[in-house]
């Protein structure tokens, strides 16, 4: 990788989670959620700022009270890439990359970031994130599971919240066995042309049929970088996962 290349990092941590509200705030261990993002990932060697965006004054002050770099930005703004556009330019940032890590990924750590942006500097797509193959069928079959489908170079063809490909004329007990399928693990690498580009491409019906923002840049072009991981993350969604976390990290003692 190039060592001259800007990069920065933002956390979009809005406060009014759909399925659980204040998720920001939840603490696992007695420490708050994005607060333990922000201690793994502020170790990356290779990431120049690392930045909370958010929209709520409780979120703030956790930041504050912890010197966590923040940015109060509008409610309004749709998504965590909207809220990335309006930092930069708020901020008057053009880096080279910009990595758009989630706030709920509390297993989420530096070592993985660093080679997410050694792997996806290396490619010529506009855009790259993490995936990992799965090995249950829980996984597979759950809807709150995003599941990508690859090309013959590992970019994405298509994510959707169901399995894909379907497997005709096999058993779905069977799918494992028969293919390798693929999770989508939410942490985004853009080039600054591409996530400054995003607000103004048209609102995607697929994106809007499945809920899921990368779909815009796929159905307007954009190639996406996909980068194999060998490590298991848990994201926190609802109050299930957020109770199957803290589990985990009791009994690892974290």
């Given at each position: 990788?190039?060592?001259?290349?800007?990069?920065?990092?933002?956390?979009?941590?809005?406060?009014g989670?759909?399925?659980?509200?204040?998720?920001?705030?939840?603490?696992i261990?007695?420490?708050?959620?994005?607060?333990?993002?922000?201690?793994?990932?502020?170790?990356?060697?290779?990431?120049?700022?690392?930045?909370?965006l958010?929209?709520?004054?409780?979120?703030?002050?956790?930041?504050?009270?912890?010197g966590m770099?923040?940015?109060?930005?509008?409610?309004?703004l749709?998504s965590?890439?909207?809220?990335?556009?309006?930092?930069?330019?708020?901020?008057?940032?053009?880096?080279?990359?910009?990595?758009?890590?989630?706030?709920d990924?509390?297993?989420?750590?530096?070592?993985?970031?660093?080679?997410?942006?050694?792997?996806?500097?290396?490619?010529?797509?506009?855009?790259?994130?993490?995936?990992?193959?799965?090995?249950?069928?829980?996984?597979?079959?759950?809807?709150?599971?995003?599941k990508?489908?690859?090309?013959?170079?590992?970019?994405?063809?298509?994510?959707?919240?169901?399995?894909i490909?379907y497997?005709?004329?096999?058993?779905?007990?069977?799918?494992?066995?028969?293919?390798?399928?693929?999770?989508?693990?939410?942490?985004?690498?853009?080039?600054?042309?591409?996530?400054?580009?995003?607000?103004?491409?048209?609102?995607?019906?697929?994106?809007?049929?499945?809920?899921?923002?990368?779909?815009?840049?796929?159905?307007?072009?954009?190639?996406?970088?996909?980068?194999?991981?060998?490590?298991?993350?848990?994201?926190?969604?609802?109050?299930?996962?957020?109770?199957?976390?803290?589990k985990?990290?009791?009994?690892?003692?974290?």
């Amino acid at each position: 990788m190039d060592n001259e290349l800007d990069i920065i990092g933002f956390i979009p941590a809005r406060f009014g989670s759909t399925r659980l509200p204040g998720k920001p705030l939840l603490e696992i261990n007695g420490k708050p959620l994005l607060q333990i993002v922000y201690e793994n990932i502020c170790q990356s060697s290779m990431l120049r700022r690392l930045i909370v965006l958010t929209d709520h004054e409780k979120i703030a002050e956790l930041c504050e009270w912890n010197g966590m770099e923040y940015l109060m930005t509008p409610s309004d703004l749709p998504s965590g890439t909207d809220r990335i556009c309006y930092a930069l330019q708020e901020l008057d940032e053009k880096p080279d990359l910009v990595v758009n890590i989630q706030g709920d990924e509390p297993m989420l750590d530096a070592e993985t970031i660093d080679d997410l942006i050694n792997r996806f500097s290396g490619s010529h797509c506009y855009l790259g994130t993490l995936i990992k193959r799965i090995y249950n069928e829980d996984e597979l079959f759950a809807n709150s599971s995003v599941k990508v489908v690859l090309d013959n170079f590992g970019q994405a063809l298509y994510f959707s919240r169901n399995p894909i490909p379907y497997l005709r004329d096999i058993e779905k007990e069977k799918w494992l066995d028969n293919h390798i399928f693929w999770k989508h693990i939410g942490v985004y690498i853009y080039r600054y042309h591409s996530i400054t580009s995003f607000p103004d491409l048209t609102y995607s019906n697929l994106e809007n049929s499945e809920k899921l923002e990368q779909l815009r840049f796929l159905q307007d072009g954009f190639k996406v970088q996909c980068v194999e991981t060998s490590k298991t993350f848990y994201g926190i969604d609802t109050a299930e996962d957020y109770e199957f976390v803290k589990k985990i990290f009791a009994e690892k003692n974290v």
